[in-house]
């Protein structure tokens, strides 16, 4: 049985490759089990063109996230479903010192388009503690990623697209002009493996998140002070993220809950009931740009998305597939080659 690529993988780099693929035309299998540590079914999926620390641009924002926006709205009318959600983030300030930044950052030709201060009545009327005030990130987005990964998971296995498996080395047969793994044969093989990948430059890094209930806060915004907190509806809210490089694999821990905790208490002024925690390990890079190319005859790599794997995979997954397909020259910024 012949098809055009074979991808180990479906987080969010595996998904929205193998969606690109398909919108040019070519065939596709994903081979792919979900295992503890998956980040994409623990993300929160923010969106934010906003690096909040520095109040500067994340890397190619201005061009990443239109085509982002684009390509998400899209496949979600191709699915049937609605998992693109538009929503202003607002920062709230600690200090008299990040209004200074976010101020400068309103007079930076680069920042400008994405940082704003005007008032946010929800914000007011919230039991939230903004002393020194907040500012305003737009566009910004979330993306619900388990119910996008989910959708695309049924269509993919009513194609005969989707194998539920984890694929052991010895079951890849590799050739010069093609890779076979059992009776299936392509021209490539993209390891799409995020965290679980053996792959220089790659640095695991560990993410806790937490849902919980808070009847008496009432937003559809969402608000960052530390840790972020995402509306999800029904006073659900999800809040997030910690950071850890070592023992990235260990699952939720009393300490991550207890630091976000509280965070979310400095920042929200009424009672809150934990009814979900969850752990994820991000596929960062040590350099924090993704790692994409040719890795040996037949096979690529499609990896080290970190934190804002939402916001980079449909370019990076157009700009791979064009490296592959079109015999494109791949950007030195994220070409794999760098971490060899």
């Not at 081979?31 to 690096?51: L, T």
């Not at 907040?134 to 987005?141: D, E, H, S």
């Not at 937003?219 to 990235?248: E, S």
């Not at 993704?290 to 690529?300: C, Y």
């Amino acid at each position: 049985m012949h098809t055009d690529v074979l991808i180990l993988g479906r987080g969010i780099a595996g998904a929205v490759l193998a969606e690109t693929l398909r919108l040019r035309g070519l065939r596709v299998h994903v081979f792919d089990r979900k295992r503890p540590g998956n980040a994409s079914m623990a993300a929160g999926g923010v969106v934010n063109p906003i690096v909040l620390r520095r109040d500067v641009p994340s890397w190619r924002a201005a061009r990443l996230l239109p085509q982002a926006r684009d390509f998400y709205t899209a496949w979600q009318q191709r699915l049937g479903i609605t998992c693109w959600h538009q929503l202003p983030l607002v920062k709230v300030f600690p200090t008299p010192r990040e209004v200074d930044q976010w101020q400068r950052a309103m007079n930076h030709a680069d920042s400008a388009p994405f940082v704003h201060r005007h008032a946010e009545p929800e914000v007011d009327a919230a039991p939230i503690s903004a002393p020194h005030g907040y500012g305003t990130v737009w566009p910004a987005a979330w993306l619900n990623v388990p119910a996008l990964l989910e959708a695309q998971r049924q269509q993919l296995l009513a194609s005969a697209m989707l194998t539920e498996v984890e694929v052991a080395p010895e079951e890849i047969v590799i050739a010069p002009d093609h890779v076979r793994i059992g009776e299936l044969e392509a021209r490539w093989l993209v390891r799409c493996e995020g965290p679980f990948a053996q792959l220089p430059g790659l640095v695991p890094v560990k993410g806790e998140t937490l849902v919980v209930r808070i009847p008496d806060l009432h937003l559809t915004r969402m608000v960052h002070r530390g840790v972020f907190i995402l509306p999800l509806g029904n006073a659900l809210f999800r809040v997030g993220a910690t950071f850890k490089w070592d023992d990235v694999f260990a699952g939720p821990t009393d300490e991550a809950r207890t630091w976000l905790l509280e965070r979310l208490h400095a920042l929200v002024q009424c009672p809150v009931e934990v009814v979900e925690h969850t752990a994820g390990v991000r596929p960062a890079a040590r350099d924090r740009r993704p790692l994409l190319g040719i890795t040996g005859p037949s096979q690529a790599v499609f990896n080290g998305l970190g934190s804002r794997g939402v916001l980079l995979a449909p370019w990076c997954a157009q700009h791979l597939a064009a490296h592959l397909f079109d015999g494109a020259a791949l950007d030195p910024e994220v070409d794999v080659a760098r971490s060899f």
